[in-house]
């Protein structure tokens, strides 16, 4: 199993940006990646990356201003945000499997989250 914790969140005003980090312990996954909630909402993929192909995928919304990356074989995964927006508010949350596709209609299945951490953004 693996234990996962998620920092960096905060309030920023709309354009400002944020980094995201998620501290994994145990044993290493070949899937990570990052998923928000806002209320009312359905949770949705926003970046992943998959140590097994090196592969990034990025959710819509997001492309072109968040970009995730690793350190330390994926004992520290993060999330650059940018030119961040209102819509972005939300709860953050990493998520860690071991999956024959790393996807994110597979990895919202695994059973390792983190608590979560909440990013305010202001108009």
């Known amino acids: 199993q693996v234990r996962l914790m998620e920092s960096g969140g905060g309030s920023v005003e709309t354009g400002g940006s944020l980094k995201l980090s998620c501290a994994a312990e145990g044993l290493m996954r070949n899937c990570m990646g990052w998923f928000r909630q806002a209320p009312g909402k359905a949770r949705e993929g926003v970046a992943l990356f998959s140590s097994k192909t090196g592969n990034t995928d990025y959710g819509d919304s997001v492309r072109g201003r968040f970009t995730i990356s690793r350190y330390n074989a994926g004992a520290t995964l993060y999330l650059q945000m940018n030119s961040l927006k209102p819509e972005d508010t939300a709860t953050y949350y990493c998520?860690?499997?071991?999956?024959?596709?790393?996807?994110?209609?597979?990895?919202?299945?695994?059973?390792?989250w983190g608590r979560g951490t909440q990013v305010t953004v202001s108009s």
């Open positions: 998520a860690s499997g071991s999956l024959f596709r790393c996807a994110f209609d597979t990895l919202m299945e695994v059973p390792d």
